[in-house]
């Protein structure tokens, strides 16, 4: 089982020395939990790999402490220079020409590097007390909806991994990814920086987002809109009056079973990942969401739902 860690001093210490031994430590970050170990350690990042049940065709993305190491480990364009003045450490992840230090399983064989720096000191710490680059995938099971507690790193890898470290997620959707190699960049993962924010320091095009649908235990429906609250209030009762367990998900207390997150988007997107783990314990038959149509919340959404997403 994962030692739990605090976030002293003396836990981050642990942690470093596990990393050093090759292990594998979960932490969390301002978007969500992260996995990380040694990213130059090739036999660490295959063990990340196997505990997350991820395809090695699916690349890592790296974390440093420090802008400076970026020069270390890829080709620093000038856009690059101009996101990361505004946006490191934050939740942005840059996609550059990687150089040969990284070791290829991290990249899945490309020759490009995503790289970020987290705005969360644990990860910050973790990476300038190893001295060296970590990486910072998300410590959730393949397929699942990323983990935002320690709790949930443990009920998806907790007999898996080393370490997990207590602490807080603030935004709780992942990092936005910009690939820098391409003109003009392109934008492949909407997220916690909006496209219109890079905007301002790039010219970008946003590529469709690939719909990889979460596995989620019961149904999950979505309906976003200006009636959205009155339409999942509606649909719940209509279930439910058929039979049907229901777990609503919602801005406000609209249903007998819901988990509320809030009014404001920050606490929104802040909860909803965690939400629905906890609408998965309660065994519903469905699983009602009132969605806000934010481009990274709603692209979360799209991946909780699939089809059955619906406008009010
Ligand atoms: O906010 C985040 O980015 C979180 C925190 C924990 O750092 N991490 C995260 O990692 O979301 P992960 O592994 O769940 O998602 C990383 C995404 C994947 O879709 C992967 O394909 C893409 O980043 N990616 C990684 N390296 C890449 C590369 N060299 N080129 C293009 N895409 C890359
Ligand atoms: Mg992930």
């Given at each position: 089982m994962a030692k739990v860690l605090d976030g002293s001093t003396d836990g981050v210490k642990r942690a470093v020395e596990i990393l050093k031994e090759g292990g594998l430590v979960a932490f969390p970050t301002e978007t969500v939990y992260g996995l990380g170990c040694d990213a130059l350690d090739e036999n660490a990042v295959r063990r990340v790999f196997e505990v997350k049940k991820r395809p090695l065709s699916k690349p890592l993305i790296v974390g440093v402490?420090?802008?400076?190491e970026v020069y270390k480990i890829a080709e620093v364009t000038g856009e690059a220079e101009r996101l990361m003045k505004e946006f490191?450490?934050?939740?942005l992840t840059i996609v550059l020409r990687k150089k040969?230090?990284?070791?290829?399983i991290v990249t899945a064989g490309m020759n490009k590097v995503a790289v970020r720096m987290p705005d969360h000191e644990i990860p910050l710490k973790l990476a300038k007390k190893l001295g060296r680059p970590i990486v910072v995938p998300s410590a959730n099971k393949t397929g699942k909806p990323s983990p935002t507690t320690y709790k949930h790193v443990l009920e998806d890898l907790g007999n898996e991994i080393d370490a997990v470290i207590v602490g807080e997620c603030s935004f709780g959707i992942e990092s936005t990814i910009v690939d820098?190699?391409?003109?003009?960049?392109?934008?492949l993962r909407t997220g916690a920086v909006k496209v219109n924010e890079l905007r301002k320091s790039i010219d970008v095009v946003v590529e469709p987002?690939?719909?990889?649908i979460y596995t989620i235990s019961s149904p999950v429906y979505v309906f976003v809109g200006e009636r959205a609250e009155e339409r999942v209030r509606e649909f719940a009762e209509r279930m439910a009056e058929r039979g049907m367990k229901v777990a609503v998900i919602a801005?406000?207390?609209?249903?007998?079973n819901t988990i509320i997150l809030g009014e404001s988007i920050e606490k929104y997107s802040s909860k909803l990942f965690s939400a629905v783990r906890e609408a998965e314990l309660l065994r519903p038959d469905l699983i009602v969401i009132e969605g806000i149509e934010e481009e990274g919340i709603m692209d979360r959404l799209r991946r909780l739902a699939g089809e059955k997403i619906f406008r009010a």
């Open positions: 402490s420090e802008i400076d490191f450490p934050g939740p040969l230090v990284i070791p290829s820098l190699t391409v003109r003009p960049a392109r934008v987002q690939k719909d990889e801005r406000r207390k609209i249903f007998e």
